[in-house]
């Protein structure tokens, strides 16, 4: 293996010599290599024409994709003529039989990597990283069922997943709905879960007065999963009070309650996001309200779930453990995403309701599971 892969990285050179040899007007080291050697010509040929076929084919699970140890077949072959040109190149005799045995073995290479063509979509237990730094992001489509859970000051909703970070520097999104803009009429719209301060996660929360609660807990862990539940409810999250106030968010890591909040002004309440703008909910990166990318985040998410209704604690234990199997058919489930297995179409990842669709775009990979 180690010295085929050798004549591979030789390849390059190859052609390149190849191509000097059919052009030079140099005396070469002896008639068998001289200007427009058609023993050469051919050789380089089929060189060629083995390179562009593994250069220019996709390689991946989905139909009508090649498996990537395919290229193999390709590199084998290649690696035949390789050793031919660089024996003529030494001045070594080369006869015709053995260009015409290599020239066969292009032919037997070609038929054997085209058979192995994907002829259906193999998908395979793997885990979703994206790069929001380097312009990765998801994008779960426009949908005021995302934010939106009943009127102002009587809305209850839940949103609970997975997330392994591969960095906390600075601010970035993990998942988002929020919009802000702090131009007259300025507002603060939607939620976003997100690490802040290179060592704080947290989830936040816009209000109709343009202020915002941000429970949250210290968070230094990279490259572990991780479970996050946020649980909100106007009327009071499993009816807890503190005195006369309502505990409207209760913030979960791994099961266990980390946070809450109170709300000690009847006023002021959560604000939906603002759909009539056309904003995505995305991961690992916001879009501003002039578009652009910002708050990017770097990781992996799994078993996204948004609900219309306040889990209790034991709910949240239990959704986290998969002792509860959520399958689409719940009638309080908005939306969801498993994210555990490559995909047919990344541009068009159903949900587990079958109502919405996600895209991944940018710096991202599925990373296989042995």
């Known amino acids: 293996m180690k010295s085929t892969n050798n004549i591979i990285q030789r390849i390059a050179f190859i052609l390149l010599t190849v191509s000097i040899l059919f052009f030079s007007c140099v005396e070469e080291k002896n008639d068998i290599i001289r200007e427009g050697n058609p023993k050469i010509e051919k050789l380089g040929e089929n060189l060629t024409q083995l390179k562009e076929l593994r250069d220019n084919s ?11 140890e395919s290229k193999q077949i390709l590199d084998d072959a290649m690696a035949v ?11 070594i005799n080369v006869s015709d039989s053995e ?25 395979f237990p793997a885990e979703l990283y994206v790069n929001g730094k380097e312009g990765g992001y998801i994008d779960f489509g426009t949908s005021p069922a995302f934010s939106r859970f009943g009127t102002d000051g009587n809305q209850s909703f839940t ?25 007259e009429p300025r507002y603060r719209k939607g939620w976003m879960i997100n ?23 210290g968070f230094r862990d990279l490259n572990k999963w991780r479970h996050v539940a946020a649980v909100y409810s106007d009327a009071g999250v499993d009816g807890s009070k503190e005195g006369n106030n309502p505990v409207v968010i209760k913030y979960y890591i791994d099961g266990e309650l980390k946070k809450t ?35 990017q985040a770097e990781g992996y998410i799994k078993d996204f779930h948004i609900w219309k209704t306040a ?14 199997l959520v399958t689409g058919q719940e009638e309080d489930l908005v939306c969801g995403w498993d994210f555990n297995s490559t995909v047919e179409d990344e541009q068009s990842i159903k949900d587990l309701t079958g109502k919405y669709s996600a895209a991944v775009k940018g710096k991202h990979e599925w990373i296989m599971l042995e």
């Open 58 to 68: 996709r390689y991946g699970t989905v139909k009508g994709q090649y498996p990537e």
């Open 81 to 91: 003529i390789g050793r031919l040109i660089m024996k003529m190149n030494d001045g």
């Open 99 to 123: 260009i015409e045995e290599a020239t066969s073995r292009v032919v037997t290479a070609i038929e054997n990597f085209k058979s192995t063509i994907r002829t259906e979509t193999q998908l």
């Open 159 to 183: 949103v609970e997943l997975w997330v392994k970070l591969s960095t906390t520097s600075g601010f970035g999104t993990i998942v988002s709905t929020y919009l802000e803009d702090g131009d």
């Open 195 to 217: 690490h802040f301060n290179n060592d704080y996660m947290r989830i936040s929360y816009g209000l109709n007065d343009y202020n915002l609660w941000e429970p949250g807990d």
């Open 261 to 295: 909040q109170i709300n000690n002004n009847p006023g002021s309440v959560y604000y939906n996001a603002a759909d009539d703008k056309g904003k995505a909910m995305t991961a690992f990166i916001q879009f501003n309200k002039n578009g652009n990318q910002d708050r």
């Open 311 to 324: 889990k209790s604690g034991d709910e949240i234990k239990r959704l986290m453990n998969k002792e509860i």
